[in-house]
C-alpha cells in the first residue's frame, strides 16, 4: 500500500460522485464501498436522486426553517389556542381534503375511497357543524387521503428523482407535479371574490400550514444519526410506493 | 424537602418502600416471556404507566468546549442538548442518562423523567456519551468507550448544567443519578467516581437493565444481527431496506422518526406473531448495528480517523453520505473495537493496556462501590437479552436487597409497565436515601 498507484485509484474510486474535487488525491480509507459487493440491480436501499447536491442543501434550509420560523409560530400558535379549538382548526382542514381525495379517487377509479370521502364529507360538513367536528370518523368511517401525485403513481407514472422541496420537504418529480397541479386547480376552482379576501389568504397560506405542521410530529435532526437524510429519502419513497397500492 | 415528601409519597402509594425494593410487586402481570419478543414489542398499550409531561419541561444547549470547530457535517450537533423540567420549590436534582447512541429525548428518557418530576424532583436528561450530538459536542476525544474518559465527560456536561442551573435559580437539595441500559452502566460509574470526588454526593444512583461488561453485551448483540440476518451479511443491504419497508407500510408523518414502543408493537401485530427467534434476534442486531454505524462514523469523522472516510476529506453540509453508511452495515462490532477505537485509544493513552480498557467496561471493575453503598439501586430483568449467564446471580450477591429483579421483560421491554415504573419510583423514595 506503500505505492501510490493503488491510492490514486482507489481515490478517484472515491472521489466518483462527490461534489467537490480537491487539488491532491485522497488517502484511502481504511474500508470502502467496492470491498462491497454491488448487487446487479443496485442496492436495494438505493434511491434515485441525481439533485442530491440540491437536495441536502434544501434538506439543511428546511430544518433551519423549522427551527426558526415555523416551530416558534407552532408553539406560538399552541400557546394561545385552546386544544378544543386546535382540534376544531385541525378537522376543519381535514374536512376540507376530502375534496381533492374524492376527485383524485376517482381519477384512480377507487370507487370505494371516492365514496368514504363523499360519504365523510357530507357527514362532516352538515352534523359535523362545517366540518369543526369529525363526526364521520367516531362514527366509523375512517380517513383515506389521495393526492394528485398518488393519481399519477396509479396510472404507472414513475417517481422519477427524488426532491426536497424548500420549506414543503421531501417529495420526488411526479409528487412535486402533482402538488404544482393542484394548486393551480385549487386557485381556478376557488372564486376570486373568495381567494382574494385577506380572510382567506390569512387561512389558506397561514393556519392551515401552522396546522398541519402542529400534526406533524418529525423534528429535523432528532434521529441521533448523522444518516438522517438517507433515512428519511428512504421511508418518504417507500411510503409514497405503499400509498399507491392501496 | 417538601420533594422528599413527594417521594415518599409516591413510594407509599403504590404500597412498596425501599426495604422491600427485592420484591416483585404482586401486579406485575407483564405478557412476553419470550424476552426477544419482549425487547422488540415493548410494553402492551393496556399495561402502561400514565406518564403526564413535566408542565415545566424546556431544551437546553450548552458548549464544553467553546473554542471546537464543528465540522460542517454535523452543523446541527455544534451544542450539546438536554432536556429540563424544574420544580418552583427547592428538591432534588437527577439526571437520567440515555441508553446507547440514544439522545436527551427517547421515549424511555422521558417516561422515567416524567416519573420521577411527578415524584417532585427536578430532572435533566442527557444524551449517552455514545450519542452523535454528545461525540461531536461534549466528548473530549470524541471517541466514546473508555469508562474514565466517559465519566470525565459527563461529570463536566452535568456540573455545568447544575451551574447554569442554579444560576437561574433553581433551588436544588440533593443529587441523584440514573440511567437505562447502557446509560445505567455511565450512571454507576459517575456515582462510583463522584463517591470519591464529592462534587455531587449522589442521594440516590439507580440503575435501569444495565449491562455488566459493555464489552460482552455488544458482542452479543452484534451476534444476534449475523445469526439471524437471512442469507448471511451478503444480504445486509436487502434486510435493511425491507426492514425500513415495513415501517414505511405503517409509517405515518403525524408520528416522527420514532422507532421504539408503540410502532415496534404495531408492526409485530401486523406481522401476528408468526415470527421466528432468529428474524427477533436480526431486528434488535440491525438496530444495533445501525446504532454502531452512527456511532463509528462519527468518530471517524471528528478523529480523521480514516476507518470508512478519508482521512483527508473535508464533509460538507450538502456532501453525499450513503456509501458510508452501507459500508459500515457490514463492519462488525469487532473491527470497529480493533480499527478505530483502540487505534484512537492507545493514541490518547500510551501508557494504558488494551487489557485496561476493557476490565473499565465493566461494572465489576466498581464492584465494591455497589456492594458497600445502600444508595445505590437496581432494575433489571431475569431474562435481559445483553446479559451473559451469570449476570443476575453477580447482581443479587452485589445488591442484596437493593435490586429488584423481574422474571421477565427481555431488555426494557416492560420499562413502561405499572409495575416496573412505580418500583423506579420507590428506588427513589424510601428511607435509605440521603
Known amino acids: ?59 439543511t434550509f428546511n430544518a433551519k426553517f423549522d427551527e ?22 385541525h378537522d376543519f382542514f381535514s374536512n376540507l381534503s376530502e375534496i381533492p381525495t374524492f376527485v383524485n379517487s376517482l381519477l384512480q377509479l377507487n370507487f370505494d375511497h371516492a365514496g368514504r370521502a363523499a360519504h365523510r364529507f357530507l357527514v362532516n360538513s352538515t352534523v359535523g357543524l362545517l366540518g369543526f367536528v369529525d363526526i364521520a370518523t367516531l362514527t366509523g368511517t375512517e380517513q383515506e387521503r389521495e393526492d394528485f401525485g398518488q393519481t399519477l403513481g396509479v396510472w404507472g407514472l414513475g417517481e422519477g428523482p427524488y426532491i426536497v422541496l424548500p420549506i414543503l420537504g421531501p ?40 396546522d398541519t405542521r402542529n400534526n406533524v410530529a418529525f423534528r429535523y435532526y432528532s434521529s441521533s444519526s448523522p444518516f438522517e437524510y438517507e433515512l428519511v429519502r428512504l421511508l418518504y419513497t417507500q411510503k409514497r410506493q405503499f400509498d399507491i397500492l392501496r | 424537602m417538601n420533594g422528599r415528601l413527594v417521594f415518599a409519597l409516591v ?67 455544534d451544542e450539546l442538548r438536554y432536556l429540563t423540567a424544574i420544580q418552583d420549590r427547592p428538591a432534588p436534582l437527577v439526571f437520567v442518562i440515555s441508553g446507547t447512541g440514544s439522545n436527551h429525548k427517547t421515549p424511555t428518557a422521558i417516561a422515567l423523567a416524567s416519573t420521577l418530576y411527578a415524584g417532585g424532583a427536578h430532572v435533566v436528561t442527557l444524551p449517552s456519551p455514545t450519542q452523535m450530538n454528545f461525540i461531536v459536542a461534549a466528548s473530549t476525544h470524541s471517541r466514546p468507550g473508555y469508562t474514565d474518559d466517559d465519566v470525565d465527560d459527563l461529570l463536566r456536561v452535568m456540573t455545568m448544567i447544575r451551574d447554569d442551573l442554579v444560576e437561574d435559580g433553581t433551588r436544588i437539595d440533593g443529587y441523584g443519578v440514573t440511567g437505562y441500559s447502557m446509560g445505567a452502566f455511565h450512571a454507576a460509574m459517575v456515582g462510583e467516581r463522584d463517591s470519591r470526588d464529592h462534587v455531587f454526593d449522589f ?21 444476534m444481527l449475523l445469526e439471524g440476518i437471512p442469507g448471511g451479511m451478503a444480504h445486509f443491504d436487502r434486510f435493511y431496506e425491507e426492514f425500513t419497508r415495513r415501517l414505511a407500510n405503517i409509517y405515518a408523518a403525524d408520528e416522527g422518526l420514532d422507532f421504539t414502543g408503540d410502532f415496534l408493537y404495531r408492526i409485530y401485530e401486523k406481522i401476528d406473531g408468526d415470527v421466528s427467534d432468529q428474524q427477533l434476534k436480526a431486528l434488535i442486531g440491525l438496530s444495533f448495528r445501525l446504532i454502531g454505524s452512527n456511532l463509528a462514523f462519527t468518530s471517524d469523522v471528528m478523529n480523521h480517523a480514516g476507518y470508512v472516510v478519508s ?63 445502600a444508595n445505590v439501586f437496581l432494575l433489571h430483568n431475569r431474562d435481559d437479552i445483553i446479559l451473559g449467564e451469570g449476570d443476575i446471580p453477580w447482581f443479587e450477591s452485589v445488591f442484596g436487597g437493593r435490586a429488584t429483579i423481574f422474571p421477565n421483560g427481555g431488555h426494557m421491554g416492560n420499562v413502561y409497565h405499572h409495575a416496573f415504573i412505580a418500583t423506579f419510583a420507590s428506588q427513589f423514595g424510601g428511607e435509605n436515601g440521603r
Not at chain 2, 460482552?216 to 451476534?223: F, G, I, K, V, Y
Not at chain 2, 477505537?341 to 462501590?369: C, K, N, T, V, W
Open chain 1, 171 to 210: 417529495s420526488n418529480l411526479r409528487d412535486a407535479t402533482g402538488l404544482a397541479v393542484t394548486a393551480v386547480a385549487t386557485a381556478a376552482a376557488v372564486p376570486p371574490d373568495v381567494s382574494d379576501t385577506t380572510a382567506y389568504e390569512a387561512t389558506a397560506y397561514g393556519l392551515r400550514p401552522i
Open chain 2, 11 to 77: 413510594a407509599g402509594f403504590s404500597g412498596l418502600f425501599a426495604a422491600d425494593a427485592d420484591a416483585v410487586p404482586d401486579h406485575y402481570d407483564y405478557p412476553f416471556d419470550n424476552p426477544y419478543v419482549a425487547t422488540v414489542v415493548n410494553t402492551p398499550p393496556d399495561q402502561r404507566a400514565e406518564f403526564k409531561l413535566p408542565d415545566t419541561i424546556d431544551e437546553g444547549g450548552i458548549e464544553p468546549f467553546a473554542e471546537r470547530v464543528t465540522p460542517d457535517v454535523f452543523w446541527y450537533a
Open chain 2, 203 to 223: 442521594d440516590r444512583v439507580v440503575l435501569v437493565n444495565a449491562p455488566v461488561s459493555l464489552y460482552e453485551s455488544a458482542m452479543r448483540l452484534d451476534r
Open chain 1, 68 to 89: 426558526y420560523v415555523f416551530l416558534p409560530v407552532v408553539y406560538g400558535y399552541r400557546a394561545v389556542m385552546p386544544d378544543v379549538l386546535e382540534d376544531r382548526v
Open chain 1, 1 to 59: 500500500m506503500r505505492s501510490v498507484l493503488p491510492k490514486l485509484a482507489l481515490a478517484t474510486l472515491l472521489l466518483s460522485g462527490c461534489a467537490g474535487t480537491p487539488d491532491r488525491p485522497l488517502t484511502p480509507a481504511r474500508h470502502v464501498i467496492d470491498e462491497i459487493e454491488r448487487p446487479d440491480d443496485g442496492f436495494p436501499s438505493d434511491i434515485y436522486d441525481p439533485f442530491e447536491g440540491f437536495n441536502r442543501g434544501s434538506y
Open chain 2, 311 to 373: 482521512p483527508d476529506l473535508e464533509l460538507g453540509v450538502t456532501s453525499r453520505l450513503d456509501k458510508y453508511f452501507k459500508v459500515l452495515g457490514r463492519l462488525s462490532f469487532s473491527d470497529y473495537v480493533e480499527e478505530l477505537f483502540f487505534p484512537l485509544f492507545e493514541a490518547d493513552h500510551p501508557g494504558i493496556a488494551r487489557q485496561r480498557a476493557i476490565e473499565r467496561s465493566s461494572l465489576r471493575s466498581i464492584e465494591d462501590y455497589m456492594r458497600n453503598n
